[in-house]
């Protein structure tokens, strides 16, 4: 009985120890909310993200938002676009300095017209993460599409949506 109760012990004294160590792994904020002017959105979104911690250098980016945009040709009828971007993405750094990659997918959906565009765009880009909760989070990054017009490097194949490849994202994190 005895022998039960100090291999349970040392079980517990032991996850302790450990549970300390995650703790402290996990103490960098793992959520935010930005605002995105350009890039894969269109001109202006508003974005969520969740970071998930794979280890001391590397982070795992999910992000999903509402945006909004406009037609390329600047003449009657000008159409608008509500946005939807996604992407998925890895941040490789340290502290607080990230080299960021991924993948993005946006849908473009004309408004009152039921016409849409797929987009999907490789991502590179800088990320400031701060370590500690209610900072400033900073992002500059390029996403360029393939359905983006080559001619024009401003606008989308298909429905002629006005999309900036640059963009830059300010937000907090929490």
């Given at each position: ?31 935010n909310l930005h605002i995105t002017v350009a890039g894969e959105g269109g001109l202006l979104s508003f974005n969520q993200e ?17 945006g909004a945009s406009i037609d390329s040709s600047f003449t009657k009828p000008m159409y608008g676009y509500m946005t939807i ?90």
């Amino acid at each position: 009985m005895n022998r039960i109760l100090a291999v349970l012990f040392f079980i517990i004294i032991h996850s302790t120890c450990f549970s300390q160590d995650i703790k402290f792994f996990n103490h960098r904020p793992t959520k935010n909310l930005h605002i995105t002017v350009a890039g894969e959105g269109g001109l202006l979104s508003f974005n969520q993200e969740k970071l998930r911690l794979i280890s001391f250098k590397s982070i795992l980016v999910t992000k999903i938002g509402l945006g909004a945009s406009i037609d390329s040709s600047f003449t009657k009828p000008m159409y608008g676009y509500m946005t939807i971007p996604a992407s998925l993405s890895l941040c490789i750094g340290e502290r607080k300095h990230l080299f960021e990659m991924g993948m993005s997918a946006t849908v473009f959906l004309r408004i009152n017209d039921p016409v849409y565009e797929f987009s999907v765009s490789p991502i590179v880009g800088y990320r400031y993460q701060p370590l500690k909760e209610n900072k400033l989070v900073l992002r500059i990054y390029a996403a360029f599409p393939y359905s983006l017009d080559f001619s024009t490097y401003y606008k989308l194949k298909e429905t002629r949506a006005l999309l900036v490849p640059l963009g830059i994202s300010i937000g907090k994190c929490f």
